[in-house]
């Protein structure tokens, strides 16, 4: 059986409370977070920056996956990386130098990720995969928190899977929107092994439960 990681989005965290409940996820066995820079152009809607993670890597030992949904990312790779995050994705459709940002987000030895949106065809990445550490599918639309998971998302799964097992088999496949209790077994058996879960942990009353059905 596959080890499949719980990555909570603290897009659906409460932000006056971010300390709290960046400590409840850690304690309800989260394996990593979740971290959704937004810019209001590539996406339509703002959260926040570089402050934030720095001020998020001070309270927890988790891994901090930093998602740029962000025009241009690689004028701000540095600062992010600077800022504390242990993986950094960018999208595909945000920037003219994907693989050479790729390569500087390795060279500075943080994990990279490349992360394509809904309507973006897979083999975009053919030959992409070989610099990432993860590569990231998203299943909703990029730019709000609580969407319902788009169902072509699995059939898109099965073709980066396939794609991950020709170009980079040791690759993390991350599934990002939409994520439940109810889709997490379909979505895992079609290759992803690392969920991003928003509303579905920070909303349950028993996070760890939450968590620990994801996984199973």
Known sequence: MKNILIAPSILSADFSKMGEEISRMQMSGSDIIHC?????????NITFGPKMIADIR???TLPLDVHLMIEKPERYVEHFIKAGADYLTIHHEAT???VPTLKRIKECGVKSGAVISPDTEVNVLKGVLQYC???????VYPGFGGQKFIEKSIQRLNELSELARNENPSILIEVDGGVTKENAKQITNAGATVLVAGNTVFSSSDPRDTIKQLKS
């Open 96 to 98: 003219k130098e994907l």
């Open 58 to 60: 001070k309270i927890t």
């Open 36 to 44: 959704d820079v937004m810019d209001g152009l590539f996406v339509p």
């Open 133 to 139: 550490d993860m590569v990231v599918l998203m299943s």
